[in-house]
Nanobody, 125 residues
Framework: QVQLVESGGGSVQAGESLKLSCTVS????????MAWFRQAPGKEREAVAR?????????MYVDSVKGRFTISQDDANNAVHLQMNSLEPGDTAMYYC?????????????????WGQGTQVNVSS
């Protein structure tokens, strides 16, 4: 059973940065795609970024975070990070790490097999 544990959330002001981490208990075929999602109060969960672990670390981002967020893999620590720069109040949400097989890599949360418990990010203006 794969376990995902997020950390790094907190409260910052607009324009500041945070780095989220997702520690993976073990890499399997079901963790070849890692992604970050977020959900703000009263809103649906939305994808943020994903990385193909076995495809040279290919990354993809939704338009709203392009140029501000960077997803990366950290093999030494069995982790995936989300560096978030130039944070905006609209980035306030609970952020979740998700893992799935390579062919489940998508912007839909339904295709991912494992989820973490989330870490809260609050951005004030």
């Amino acid at each position: 059973q794969v376990q995902l544990v997020e950390s790094g959330g907190g409260s910052v002001q607009a324009g500041e940065s945070l780095k989220l981490s997702c520690t993976v208990s073990q890499y399997t075929m079901d963790t070849n795609c890692m992604a970050w999602f977020r959900q703000a109060p009263g809103k649906e969960r939305e994808a943020v970024a994903r990385i193909y672990i076995k495809l040279f670390g290919r990354t993809m981002y939704v338009d709203s975070v392009k140029g501000r967020f960077t997803i990366s893999q950290d093999d030494a620590n069995n982790a995936v990070h989300l560096q978030m720069n130039s944070l905006e109040p609209g980035d306030t949400a609970m952020y979740y790490c998700a893992a799935g097989a390579h062919n489940s890599c998508s912007w839909s949360g339904r295709t991912y097999k494992y989820w973490g418990q989330g870490t809260q990010v609050n951005v004030s203006s």
